[in-house]
């Protein structure tokens, strides 16, 4: 069983950052791959960056963010954390935590919305 608390949502002005938190309060499978993904007002699923912390990390990012978000490991062990920098209004959307054991091949952002666990989301509006 994986229980995931997702956190850090809020408004923001376009081209301002917000930093989003996803902690595994528990975990009894030993998760290996950890993500983001986002549903849109007009309810439209999009994994947004994926993250592999099994024999090594790595990383990965959907188009729409890349060089924009940035998906870490934070101090605290099974702990990570997405910086959103230079938001668009098209980011507006429910963001949602989700974790999997997963080899590194499939721990991809696109398939984020697909793994077995997920966090209650934590909303992030976009406008002026």
């Known amino acids: 069983e994986v229980q995931l608390v997702d956190s850090g949502g809020g408004s923001v002005q376009p081209g301002g950052s917000l930093r989003l938190s996803c902690a595994v309060v528990?975990?009894?499978?030993?998760?290996?791959?950890m993500g983001w993904f986002r549903r849109s007002p007009r309810n439209e699923r999009e994994g947004v960056a994926a993250?592999?912390?099994?024999?090594?990390?790595?990383?990965n990012y959907a188009d729409s963010v890349k060089g924009r978000f940035t998906i870490s490991q934070g101090n605290a062990k099974n702990t990570i954390h997405l910086e959103m920098n230079n938001v668009k209004p098209e980011d507006t959307a429910m963001y949602y935590c989700?974790?999997?054991?997963?080899?590194?091949?499939?721990?991809?952002?696109?398939?984020?919305?697909?793994?077995?666990?997920w966090g209650r989301g934590t909303q992030v509006t976009v406008s002026s």
């Open positions: 989700a974790a999997d054991i997963l080899p590194e091949k499939q721990c991809r952002a696109a398939g984020v919305y697909e793994y077995n666990s």
């Open positions: 528990r975990d009894t499978v030993g998760v290996t791959c």
């Open positions: 993250v592999f912390t099994g024999n090594r990390v790595t990383y």
